[in-house]
Structures are given as C-alpha cells and as structure tokens.
C-alpha cells in the first residue's frame, strides 16, 4: 500500500496577528517564511569515537518574514503599526490549512511601507521570536 501525503499551496497559509481577543488576518499577505535555527555546540573531546565531531543544540530562535499588498484599514496591521509605535511585541501565528498553528510573541524588528509611482503600496515585516515557539494543533 502507497500512503500519499498532502501537498498544501502557500496561499492556504496565513498569518495572524492576534488582540485581547480573537487572531486578526493580515490582510494583502503573499509571501511568509518561518525561520527556525539552533546553535550548535561543540561536545568533541579527546575521547570522541573515530575523531569524528560531536554537536549538541544549543539555544533555539525563530522569526517570520512577511510581505503583502497593503490595505490601510486593516486592523492586524493596525495591531503591528501600534506596536512598532509603542515599543510592544505582538503575539503571531502562521496556520496552516488543517488548522495547525505556529504561534508566538514577537518583536518587530523591520516594518517597512514600499509607495512605488507605478504599482501597488506594499509593506515588508520582519518578526523576532521572543521565547519559545508553539505548535498548536487542530
């Protein structure tokens, strides 16, 4: 038996931005990433088998980089606008279509508002997680 799993498309993935108390959908939104990394420390000593390198993971970090056409009344970017303003982090999470989320606090470290002459206004954000980020499943 072949079990064949799911392909999704990237425009069934969503950002949100959450306020007291519901997630707003960032509107205008193309493109997300979500950055995850570890460092890596080095456990190699005399003793090591083979002389092969040993690594253990060390502290973890996440971000997510966004970026969509802008839409001046939306409020989840009126939430990152005051936030940016007010020095806050934001809480975020990426959903995917089955309802899975990746979700966390956030600072926002890149806000940028691109206004070209010939095409759409379009806004660019970088979020740096603050703490741990979770997995919250449907």
């Known amino acids: 038996m072949i079990y064949r ?3 999704i498309t990237g425009m069934n993935c969503k950002l949100y931005i959450k306020d007291a108390t519901t997630g707003k959908l960032l509107a205008g939104q193309r493109n997300a990433t979500l950055n ?3 460092e890596s420390i080095d456990a190699t000593s005399k003793d090591t ?3 092969w390198k040993e690594s253990l993971q060390g ?3 996440w971000s ?3 970026d969509g ?3 001046e009344s939306d409020e989840a970017y009126g939430l990152l606008e005051q936030a940016f303003i007010d020095s806050t982090n934001v809480v975020v999470y990426l959903q995917l279509p089955s309802g899975t989320k990746y979700e966390g606090s956030c600072t926002i470290t890149d806000f940028s508002l691109e206004m070209p002459y010939d095409d ?3 806004y660019s954000i970088s979020l740096q997680g603050s703490g741990a980020l979770n997995i919250v499943t449907a």
């Open 59 to 61: 502290f973890k970090e």
């Open 120 to 122: 759409l206004v379009t």
């Open 5 to 7: 799993m799911a392909k």
């Open 69 to 71: 056409a802008f839409v």
């Open 36 to 38: 995850r990394s570890a």
């Open 49 to 51: 088998a083979g002389f």
């Open 64 to 66: 997510v980089d966004a």
